[in-house]
T-cell receptor, first 115, second 113 residues
Framework: AAGVIQSPRHLIKEKRETATLKCYPI?????VYWYQQGPGQDPQFLISFYEKMQSDKGSIPDRFSAQQFSDYHSELNMSSLELGDSALYFC??????????????FGAGTRLSVL | GQQLNQSPQSMFIQEGEDVSMNCTSS?????WLWYKQDPGEGPVLLIALYKAGELTSNGRLTAQFGITRKDSFLNISASIPSDVGIYFC?????????????WGAGTKLIIKP
């Protein structure tokens, strides 16, 4: 079965550069979520979108923005990168943002290294 | 932010042993999920629980949704080397306005040679 696709898998950037991460949800899934995971930490929720509208906002820095497009894929844009932004970034998708069965399925992640 | 209390933090076991880990919360949850994460990979869903008291199995894995809706446990029977990884519990609080998953800190499973 098709899974959540994230690209790129690895990304190396310099401080103050920008980065764009892409997420392609499971077909028919209309909700995407972005998480940041530092070493040894649990995933920290950044932001989510349902039907192309922001549905929830977590600890996303002002330097980051995201959107969901008409084909339901999503992009996370990160500007003025800092060393502390180095982490694994995961995208998850679900069928709907609410209800007892909106299980989130995760992509393999993008490892961002800021030098 | 809000976090589930997941224990133990890590476990060192012999191959073939049974494993048990749990998560507790001070608030009520509608859904409990158990994920496994391998290094450098995304969390993979193992078991989803929707009703208080529900007991669900997935092969050698068994998980239960606590009757109080504030806890859940995951058991792994007869562990094998590929069970190594970090296991996360995650839950959806009982709230009309918040659909974010709340995560436990993870249980790192290590199999002793």
């Amino acid at each position: 079965a098709a899974g959540v696709i994230q690209s790129p898998r690895h990304l190396i950037k310099e401080k103050r550069e920008t980065a764009t991460l892409k997420c392609y949800p499971i077909p028919r899934h209309d909700t995407v979520y972005w998480y940041q995971q530092g070493p040894g930490q649990d995933p920290q929720f950044l932001i989510s979108f349902y039907e192309k509208m922001q549905s929830d906002k977590g600890s996303i820095p002002d330097r980051f923005s995201a959107q969901q497009f008409s084909d339901y894929h999503s992009e996370l844009n990160m500007s003025s990168l800092e060393l502390g932004d180095s982490a694994l970034y995961f995208c998850a998708s679900s069928l709907g943002p609410r209800g007892a069965k909106n299980i989130q399925y995760f992509g393999a992640g993008t490892r961002l290294s800021v030098l | 932010g809000q976090q589930l209390n997941q224990s133990p933090q890590s476990m060192f076991i012999q191959e073939g042993e049974d494993v048990s880990m749990n998560c507790t919360s001070s608030s009520i949850f509608n859904t409990w999920l158990w994920y496994k994460q391998d290094p450098g990979e995304g969390p993979v869903l193992l078991i989803a629980l929707y009703k208080a008291g529900e007991l669900t199995s997935n092969g050698r894995l068994t998980a239960q949704f606590g009757i109080t809706r504030k806890d859940s446990f995951l058991n792994i029977s007869a562990s094998i080397p590929s069970d190594v990884g970090i296991y996360f519990c995650a839950g959806q609080p009982r709230s009309d306005s918040n659909y974010q998953l709340i995560w436990g800190a993870g249980t790192k499973l290590i199999i002793k040679p």
